[in-house]
């Protein structure tokens, strides 16, 4: 796969910035249509809004949630429901994802609002709030069908493996200890060695004739 990567202890401005450039570079100003995949974390949405509004003459940018997380939200939910069972938790929870996944968001956030909960199960109320809770806050980024019918991903399982080949695989050997200035300036390099071959040759090329 052909990616670049940014690595380091940035803030969202400097990081923005970056991006940007990035995408700059990629021709991204061309493409008809910008699309931000990503979890739930906390500012991501927010981010992605302010530095990516979409491209010029076309539609805002599309947020989409990663398919992945909501399963998970929707997991921990179904243990809560059958902790000792799990025959009945895999069972509910391949109900749930393939209404998710077919029928989008919208669609499982209206299962959950009528689902039944046990009586003298207080922690599963807990998580039965939390996960409706963070499907609901979510549910404009879940139109799962029509992103697979477009063809887009709904996974962000490239990225997530991008965090542990960038950066874990380098910063987490057995014995190391890393202050804030080593990590940041290594998680540079590691981006740039796992990039693209011409973003390292570049690199290098550019600090050798400067």
Not at 55 to 70: C, K, M, R, Y
Not at 137 to 153: I, L
């Amino acid at each position: 796969m052909r990616a670049r990567y940014l690595s380091g202890l940035y803030d969202f401005d400097e990081l923005g910035l970056l991006l940007r450039r990035q995408a700059g570079q990629v021709g991204m100003s061309r493409a008809e249509h910008w699309i931000g995949l990503t979890d739930g974390g906390n500012g991501l949405e927010n981010f992605l809004r302010k530095n990516f509004p979409g491209p010029l003459g076309q539609d805002e940018l599309t947020l989409i949630l990663d398919f992945w997380h909501a399963s998970d939200s929707l997991c921990k939910l179904a243990k809560a429901l059958h902790p000792a069972d799990e025959a009945a938790r895999q069972a509910l929870l391949t109900t749930w994802c393939h209404t998710m996944k077919h029928e989008g968001g919208r669609r499982i956030v209206e299962e959950l609002e009528k689902l039944p909960l046990p009586r003298g199960k207080p922690s599963a109320r807990v998580q039965y709030e939390e996960t409706l809770g963070y499907l609901r806050n979510n549910v404009h980024r879940m139109d799962y069908p029509t992103y697979m019918a477009n063809g887009w991903s709904i996974g962000s399982g490239a990225m997530e493996s991008a965090c542990k080949t960038v950066v874990g695989q380098r910063l987490k050997l057995a014995g190391m200890r890393w202050r804030e200035r080593g990590t940041n300036e290594l998680c540079h390099l590691r981006a740039l060695y796992r990039s693209e071959p011409q973003q390292w040759e570049l690199f290098w090329s550019r600090n050798v004739h400067s």
